[in-house]
């Protein structure tokens, strides 16, 4: 199907109201995705957080050596990477998560708060830009902007 018959029907649905209807389905879907998944963040679940991530799943945290930040490619990578933020921050929390959805892309906003193990206090205001495919996340993007005192 060409660009232009895609077009043509997803106007066709619009003025019937199917797309309407069937997209918020896909968004209610994606929502409660992502309402879990916060939640599993600040239950400290990683079985949690990985049963919402595709199979091949990438994260990209907000610091590292790289341009996009520290690059976790793959289930175990990512599953280690989640669970270095636990070791970090023993009482991690994402506070008032805030969510919209753009077809196969969301954001999730948050507050993040945390206390590393030498007692700094960390708090940021920060979001995840995500990636879905299958009904899951492909890829978690992280930005963050840290307040310093």
Request: glycine share 6%; with cysteine; net charge neutral.
């Amino acid at each position: 199907m060409t660009r232009r018959e895609v077009l043509a029907a997803t106007t066709a649905l619009t003025l019937t109201g199917a797309a309407p209807a069937a997209a918020a389905v896909a968004d209610a879907n994606t929502l409660k995705l992502l309402d879990d998944f916060a939640a599993a963040w600040n239950r400290h679940d990683v079985d949690a957080l990985m049963a919402c991530m595709a199979p091949s799943c990438v994260f990209e945290a907000s610091a590292g050596t790289e341009v996009a930040g520290a690059r976790h490619v793959g289930p175990d990578a990512v599953r280690a990477a989640y669970a270095a933020v636990f070791a970090t921050y023993p009482d991690a929390r994402w506070n008032q998560p805030r969510h919209f959805i753009a077809g196969d892309r969301a954001v999730s906003e948050w507050t993040f708060t945390g206390t590393m193990k030498d007692g700094t206090k960390v708090e940021v205001n920060g979001c995840d830009v995500f990636t879905l495919a299958g009904g899951k996340i492909a890829l978690k993007n992280s930005y963050r902007k840290q307040r310093t005192t």
